[in-house]
């Protein structure tokens, strides 16, 4: 199962590059100057980084860090089809440390470059941290192509460290968004993908219909290369599960599609098809072409390959019964495989060269290597088991990561929730503040509004008061000025004798009723009272003794008039006003420098 994997690790990378396309136009200069860079590398020049240098100088003068990180790009994409694996991850790393905000698509190219690079020195422990961030950069644009990719190569590292199942979870949940893409090549790399999880998960029959709608996408899509490389995977199953007709059909119709493109591809499409033959029982045939296969894998010097087809060869000698050239391919595939370390092609390789000693009577020798696989079949099994408990660690590890991620998200969820109803409170609050403020204020100006009138009407009638006060003060002061005369004019007539038998009672009498009356003192005090607001009513609460003649002379007080024009008034002499001055103030608790009128019209 391993020579699968071998197989289309190769082709998967023509899928990731045939799905690029530029983010950024570079200048001519930069684009001319890779080209050429592009050209060295082919034909195996030296010095090439220079034209890569170029480039990179001539973006950096732009001063434009989307440019820039373009050209770092390009350039990798060149290196990973022909340059130095070094040069590749230098490249990439060297684009990385530019700010990934300004160009996150570009970061996330870069990314995969160098997780492409890793793949190539067979360090894939970093690779799964390395796709993790190049699809963080294609989600944070929401590119759903760029999500497809990185997580199709996502899932390829996962493959790659024996989780298999994390891998097929991974693309199953990544259909999505290759379907988001509408592109038909892109869909058929993402079945191909698909395919080569389930065939190293050993799900041969979804591995090949997978196979086979990719290799029809590609044929629409006229990517002739991935189509062949479509149905060389199938036939490797297909030799693997005893369809081996299948691979008979296939494989020639890929090698005429590589022929003159890719001499490793012809190669590899000949050791299985020998394979083929082998296990159809055309043991000429597969001889012939396996034999043919050694001479270029050493020609190539493909060293994978050249053990493939001598374990191939050995099988086609064993099966001849020429068991002693079949010996010589598995000792040199046992030296070799020995030099790599315990593998799976190790583990073969033992059980091949077991079989062949046996059968060349060197049963000692055969023991030995028989008692070297079962000990390396249980280093196998204790290193998978490592793996497999390293890999549920890891599950337990993402699913513990991923139910805290939830958890995050549903307190972030609660959290925009809680702010959306305290937002909403708020404006309601402020709208319902705004108004309650709105109709407290109309409320104040119109209670202004109908004070001021009323205001207005209250100082209309205190000023009628005060005329109609005045007028009464007026009328009181002619009155009495009359009566004052009135009485002069009667000592007249009392002095002629004539005139006083007929007009003195008269006179008295009509004088009587007059001074008795106290109509004139009533409609004053009620005037006096409401211009100054129950002036009678404050000095009783000084004072329960004050007669109504004192709050009389305390009125007339509080009008500003003089002694002489009150005694008038009262019709007594002045004197009789100024001592009743003194028992108002004495019954008000004034003291003898404190002024009467001052204190009456502080009330």
Known sequence: MIYRISFFLVFF???????????YELPKTQNDL????????KKKKSNCNDFFEQAILASEKIQND????????????????SGSVDNHIEFAKRGLKLKGENHPLVTNRLLRELGYAFSRTGKIDSLVPIYEKAIYWAELVNDSSEIAISRIRLASAYRRLGNLKKSIEILLETKVYVDASNNLHRQSGFLFTLANTYSSNYDDELAISNYEEAAKGFLKAEDSSMYAASLVNISLIANDIGRHQLSLKNIPEA?????????NSV???NTHLGHAYYLNGESEKAINLLKYGIEESIRLENTQLLNLNRKF?????????????ALIQTSKVYEDEKKRGVSDGYLNALKLHAKALTLNNKSSDAVNVYQEYISTKDSIFTIEKEKEIANMRERYETEKKEAQIALLKKDVSLSKTQK??????????II?????????????????????????IYKQEIEFKKKELASQTLHLVQKNTFIQELKENLEKIKKSPELFKVEFRRIVMLLKKQNAEDKDWEVFKSYFSEVHNNFDHKIKSISEEVTEKEIRLASFLRMNLSTKEIASMLNVLPDSVLKSKYRLKKKLQLDKEDDLTQFLNSL
């Open 13 to 23: 990378s023509i899928v990731s590059i045939s799905a690029q396309n530029h983010i």
């Open 34 to 41: 890779i080209q050429q860079g592009n050209d060295c590398l």
């Open 66 to 81: 989307s440019i820039l990180a373009q050209t770092y790009f390009e350039v990798c994409n060149v290196l990973d089809l």
């Open 255 to 263: 090698i005429k599609i590589f022929k003159g493109k890719n001499s």
């Open 267 to 269: 190669l590899h499409c």
């Open 313 to 325: 060869l050995a099988k086609a000698y064993l099966g001849n019964n020429n068991n002693a050239l």
């Open 420 to 429: 959306t109803l305290y937002a909403i409170g708020m404006i309601s609050f």
């Open 432 to 456: 319902i503040t705004a108004l309650l403020y709105f109709g407290f204020k109309q409320r104040i100006k119109k209670n202004r509004i109908a004070r001021e009138k009323q205001e207005e």
